[in-house]
């Protein structure tokens, strides 16, 4: 607290530190230096006093609170006092010290309106002025920034949340999936022991990292597709294919597995004849998924589900660096994704929303 009501008073001092040597410059008269910057400091108190009751008091308690009348006419109070002390301190003080003449006060200055007030009218109103400004752009750009901080933290809470829904589906039906084989002996158990093994360590430990290789979470969508095609068996048929060099990029966590996920969905119950093919293909930093599945047209069942979410976490992690398309037809749904990912020697930054790219969900 300290700290920062220090670092405000420096500021306040280094203000008025600038704005004298900028007032002794364009009101400096044909005079010694010392005598104008004496002169300039005796009028810098009451511009002091004038911009502050604007700064903290007027324009805070009136102005803002939309008392606009109130404001007006205190305002205008306000003015025409520090003008009238601008003038006794121009009269007493500045004008004998520069030229030693005696003073001579013209008092119906106080309580009247002529061309001469304009001068110091225009003083306190210039350093008002530059002094609001940067209050109102020093406000604008703390609120900016605080609003950038709780839309940050906004999006990780979604983006923990969003992927915290694969969890709990994909163990429940594994974990269905294994008591089955377990209760028949099947030799297939231990396999569905350790790539569940591998699979919950991956979400619960591995996950938390921002950006993991893209080769460690293919491999990881491999030992899910083998686990799938252990629980549906002859009821589904899954291919699965992958080309290019995965080692030199990287990838957010689980970005991939919930596409697949949504397709495997929609292609259950298709009958005897459902099926998905999946297939990924990197070429230096682009990667592209192509997932097509069976889809019975005569379910009641809106494909859209689900993938909303997907795309949401798409869209925070990656904005204006992908193209998701998705398409459906009687008997089929397709999708494609391409996605630019980050270098094994680059982190993963922020998405920049000046740079989004179109994203077509067509269905």
Same mark, same amino acid.
């Given at each position: 607290?300290?700290r920062?009501?220090?670092?405000?008073?420096f500021?306040?001092?280094?203000?008025w530190?600038?704005?004298s040597?900028?007032f002794?410059?364009?009101?400096?008269?044909?005079?010694?230096?010392l005598?104008s910057?004496?002169?300039?400091?005796?009028q810098?108190?009451?511009?002091?006093l004038?911009?502050?009751l604007?700064?903290?008091?007027?324009?805070?308690?009136?102005?803002?609170?939309r008392?606009?009348l109130?404001?007006?006419?205190?305002?205008?109070l306000?003015t025409?006092?520090?003008?009238?002390?601008a003038?006794?301190?121009?009269?007493?003080?500045?004008?004998?010290?520069?030229?030693?003449?005696?003073?001579?006060?013209?008092w119906?200055?106080?309580?009247?309106?002529?061309s001469?007030q304009?001068?110091p *009218?225009?003083?306190?109103?210039? @350093?008002t002025? #530059?002094?609001?400004?940067?209050? +109102?752009? =020093?406000?604008? /750009?703390?609120? !900016?920034?605080?609003?950038?901080?709780?839309?940050?933290?906004?999006?990780m809470?979604?983006?923990?949340?969003l992927?915290?829904?694969?969890?709990?589906?994909?163990?429940?039906k594994?974990l269905?999936?294994?008591h089955?084989?377990?209760?028949?002996?099947?030799?297939?158990?231990?396999?569905?022991?350790t790539?569940?093994?591998?699979?919950?360590?991956y979400?619960?430990y591995?996950?938390?990292e921002?950006? *993991?290789?893209?080769g460690?979470e @293919?491999?990881? #969508?491999k030992k899910?597709?083998? +686990?799938? =095609?252990?629980? /549906?068996?002859? !009821?589904?048929?899954?291919?699965?294919?992958?080309t290019?060099?995965?080692?030199?990029?990287?990838?957010?966590?689980?970005?991939?597995?919930p596409?697949?996920?949504?397709?495997?969905k929609?292609?259950?119950?298709?009958g005897?004849?459902?099926?998905?093919?999946?297939?990924l293909?990197t070429?230096?930093?682009?990667?592209?998924?192509?997932?097509?599945?069976?889809?019975?047209?005569?379910?009641?069942?809106?494909?859209?589900?689900?993938l909303?979410n997907?795309?949401?976490?798409?869209?925070?992690?990656?904005?204006?660096?992908?193209d998701?398309?998705?398409?459906?037809?009687?008997d089929m749904?397709?999708?494609?994704?391409?996605?630019?990912?980050?270098?094994?020697?680059?982190?993963?930054r922020?998405?920049?929303?000046?740079?989004?790219?179109?994203?077509?969900?067509?269905?």
């Amino acid at each position: 607290m300290n700290r920062v009501l220090h670092n405000r008073i420096f500021q306040h001092i280094c203000f008025w530190l600038m704005f004298s040597i900028l007032f002794f410059f364009v009101f400096r008269e044909n005079e010694p230096v010392l005598v104008s910057m004496k002169a300039a400091a005796m009028q810098l108190p009451n511009m002091i006093l004038y911009t502050y009751l604007q700064l903290y008091v007027l324009i805070p308690r009136f102005l803002l609170q939309r008392k606009f009348l109130a404001y007006l006419l205190l305002s205008a109070l306000v003015t025409k006092l520090c003008i009238n002390i601008a003038i006794i301190t121009m009269t007493f003080f500045v004008l004998p010290f520069r030229t030693g003449r005696p003073a001579f006060m013209h008092w119906d200055w106080l309580w009247t309106f002529n061309s001469a007030q304009k001068y110091p *009218l225009f003083g306190i109103l210039a @350093v008002t002025g #530059l002094a609001a400004s940067i209050k +109102l752009l =020093k406000s604008w /750009y703390s609120e !900016n920034e605080r609003r950038k901080k709780i839309e940050q933290e906004k999006n990780m809470v979604e983006l923990e949340m969003l992927k915290a829904q694969v969890h709990p589906d994909f163990l429940f039906k594994t974990l269905n999936s294994l008591h089955a084989l377990t209760v028949v002996h099947s030799d297939k158990a231990p396999v569905v022991i350790t790539h569940l093994s591998d699979l919950l360590r991956y979400m619960l430990y591995e996950c938390d990292e921002k950006e *993991l290789s893209l080769g460690k979470e @293919v491999g990881i #969508l491999k030992k899910y597709l083998e +686990l799938e =095609k252990i629980r /549906y068996g002859q !009821n589904m048929d899954i291919a699965f294919s992958c080309t290019g060099n995965y080692s030199d990029v990287m990838i957010a966590p689980l970005m991939l597995l919930p596409f697949v996920e949504h397709s495997l969905k929609t292609a259950a119950g298709a009958g005897e004849e459902s099926w998905v093919n999946i297939h990924l293909h990197t070429e230096q930093q682009e990667l592209s998924m192509n997932i097509s599945n069976s889809f019975n047209s005569l379910r009641k069942v809106d494909v859209r589900e689900g993938l909303a979410n997907i795309s949401k976490r798409l869209e925070l992690l990656y904005a204006g660096k992908y193209d998701l398309s998705f398409f459906r037809e009687e008997d089929m749904t397709a999708l494609k994704l391409q996605l630019s990912l980050a270098s094994a020697a680059t982190p993963l930054r922020p998405a920049d929303d000046r740079t989004k790219l179109k994203t077509a969900i067509a269905l």
